[in-house]
Structures are given as C-alpha cells and as structure tokens.
C-alpha cells in the first residue's frame, strides 16, 4: 500500500523558514519523481515542484523558484522541502504526491501558516 505522510508544518513569522518532510513507504522510493502542492484556503491547488528521486533533478514552478528547496535522503524514503522567507501568500496546506502505476497519489498534507 502507497503511503504518504508529511509534516514539518507550522505557524510561522513572515521572513523564517520551514522545512517540511514527507516518508513514503510502499513503492521502490528512488524510482519516482515526487512532487509538492500546495492549496491555499479558498484556492485551488498550485504545483510547488518536484525532484526525480533517481538523479535528484529539480523542477519548480517559476514563481517558487529561489525560495523554494526540494531533496530526498532516499536512504530513509523521505523527501523534504526547505522554504525561506516565508510569506503570507505561503500559507496552505502542502502536500506531496508522486504517480504510482498511473494513479496519482498524495498524503494528507502538512499545514503552514505564515502570520505575525
């Protein structure tokens, strides 16, 4: 069975950092590529980014892309997401996902918070 679960969220202060974690059991870890999503309260999801876990080759989308830190210790089937100056537009709940035999699938999120 494909699992997912994240953590790491939090209440942060606008311009700290988070780091969240996601391990994944049930599938070869390092076969894949993981992605993260985001969705913010009210909004639809918005795809964050996403690392091959074979050859740790990074995707993001272009508005994430300097803040945004994706990577795996495949040893531990986990991947993580490192963000910095963290942002009122950053709260949501972030999820991690990868497609598994043609099904999409993702964990129950972590949720972040950025608030003075």
């Known amino acids: 069975e494909v699992q997912l679960a994240e953590s790491g969220g939090g209440l942060v202060q606008p311009g700290g950092s988070l780091r969240l974690s996601c391990v994944a059991a049930?599938?070869?870890?390092?076969?894949?590529?993981m992605s993260w999503v985001r969705q913010a309260p009210g909004k639809g999801p918005e795809w964050v980014g996403g690392?091959?876990?074979?050859?740790?080759?990074?995707y993001y989308a272009d508005s994430m892309r300097g803040r945004f830190n994706i990577a795996t210790d495949n040893a531990k089937n986990t991947l993580f997401q490192q963000i910095n100056r963290l942002k009122p537009e950053d709260t949501a709940v972030y999820y991690c996902?990868?497609?598994?035999?043609?099904?999409?699938?993702r964990g129950q999120g972590t949720q972040v918070a950025v608030s003075s």
């Open positions: 996902g990868t497609t598994i035999r043609d099904a999409y699938r």
């Open positions: 049930g599938f070869t870890f390092g076969t894949v590529v």
């Open positions: 690392i091959n876990t074979g050859d740790s080759t990074t």
